[in-house]
């Protein structure tokens, strides 16, 4: 998975042969073989028919998951450089290189219950997600660190809405990041068929986001808007699934209407 975006990709996208804060091998040969995975290319296909074709919801498709993804791990890599713990792995006695592993499974296949029902999803995520984790887990681990591996992954899905509360660094992530695909791009498709809802509206007003080292925190959070709207993805989303992820003092947010043609009820807000 990549993005196309023409700015620094190291604040959007996670690249395997850049350096990173953590072990990275293991990630990069688990990345490859989810990206070659058939049933998991299917799935993330299928489970956007009931969130876009049938209720006019934003992307919770192929693209969502991409972007998900590269957000957690880019957001996984400057919590690493600031030193902040993980807690996940290790109090399961896995290594170090196993935290970008769950994170990276667990954003994989975190939406993968819409394709029962948008509604309560993350449950319907749960045993589907662990039927594909009994197939993939043991191409890298042993019986006893799969078991360890698939509950941390089912409990980082679990836990990326706000029904239930993280217990681990690793979940927390998920969390934010699953809130952090909120660029325009995102509402196109229920946009152009018609859908005027309000989490369409305000992706419509959101450029871009991007991720990077903070001055009193180890991640700044930079989002680019056009409109006030935006304010609605910044506060009622990201900012609800910030609070609550255990990341609340890591992670500063500051979001900026760049619009110079109007006049401007919002320029500047920082959470």
């Known amino acids: 998975m990549s993005d196309s975006a023409g700015d620094d990709p190291s604040r959007r996208v996670y690249r395997p042969n850049v350096d990173h804060h953590f072990p990275d091998e293991k990630l990069n040969t688990v990345l490859e073989f989810l990206d070659d995975d058939e049933e998991i290319e299917a799935y993330l296909e299928a489970q956007n028919v009931n969130a876009v074709d049938r209720m006019r919801y934003n992307d919770h498709g192929t693209k969502h998951i991409e972007i998900v993804r590269n957000r957690a791990l880019c957001l996984y890599d400057l919590l690493k450089a600031g030193n902040v713990d993980f807690n996940g792995a290790r109090q399961q006695g896995l290594a170090e290189a196993d935290e970008s592993v769950i994170i990276a499974l667990a954003a994989t296949l975190h939406d993968i219950g819409h394709v029962v029902h948008r509604d309560e999803h993350a449950f319907y995520s749960i045993p589907l997600a662990a039927d594909v984790l009994d197939r993939v887990l043991p191409e890298f681990y042993d019986v006893a660190e799969t078991v360890r591996m698939k509950g941390e992954v089912l409990h980082a899905i679990l836990c990326?809405?706000?029904t239930e509360t993280p217990l681990t660094t690793e979940a927390g992530v998920i969390r934010v990041a699953d809130a952090l695909d909120m660029e325009r791009g995102r509402s196109r498709i229920p946009y152009e068929h018609g859908g005027r809802g309000?989490?369409?509206l305000s992706s419509q007003a959101i450029n871009q986001v991007t991720l990077q080292e903070g001055d009193s925190s180890p991640v700044m959070v930079e989002i680019a808007m056009?409109?006030?709207?935006?304010v609605y993805q910044v506060d009622n989303l990201l900012k609800a699934?910030?609070?609550g992820s255990g990341l609340e003092e890591q992670i500063r947010i500051v979001a900026v209407n760049t619009n110079e043609n109007r006049e401007?009820?919002?320029e500047r807000i920082e959470l």
Do not use: C, M, Y
């Not at 056009?226 to 935006?230: D, I, L, M, S, V």
């Open 198 to 200: 309000i989490n369409t």
């Open 226 to 230: 056009t409109n006030a709207a935006g």
């Open 264 to 266: 401007q009820l919002v």
């Open 241 to 243: 699934k910030l609070e």
């Open 160 to 162: 990326h809405h706000r």
